[in-house]
């Protein structure tokens, strides 16, 4: 049984930085992928940033060059160091790892978190 735990979550103002942690319950040599999905109130849930087990990361248009993933081999650990936040990432942000190939980076894995709410508002 796999168990991702994320943290990090809260309410900011808009401009302000956040950063989530998702610490799993087994190595993240053994996924493929680990990354981060988000649904606001209304709307599909959508990938925001993966990082492969090589460490190749991709982001949507719509959080390049203000969030950053990265990884803790050590600590069984993902991140999120989300930057300049907007209301419009207002979410539930989701931890979300798979051991296919197109696990996280084309079709959400199997592995999910619980969910932290971010919320950007002043």
């Known amino acids: 049984q796999v168990q991702l735990v994320e943290s990090g979550g809260g309410l900011v103002q808009p401009g302000g930085s956040l950063r989530l942690s998702c610490a799993a319950s087994r190595s993240i040599f053994t996924f493929s992928a680990m990354g981060w999905y988000r649904q606001a109130p209304g709307k599909q849930r959508e990938l925001v940033a993966s990082?492969?087990?090589?460490?190749?990361?991709n982001y949507a248009d719509s959080v390049k060059d203000r969030f950053t993933i990265s990884r803790d081999n050590a600590k069984n650990s993902v991140y999120l160091q989300m930057n300049s936040l907007k209301p419009e990432d207002t979410a539930v942000y989701y931890c979300?790892?798979?051991?296919?190939?197109?696990?996280?980076?084309?079709?959400?894995?199997?592995?999910w978190g619980q969910g932290t709410q971010v919320t950007v508002s002043s």
């Open positions: 990082i492969t087990s090589g460490g190749s990361t």
């Open positions: 979300n790892a798979g051991t296919r190939i197109v696990d996280v980076t084309t079709t959400p894995g199997p592995y």
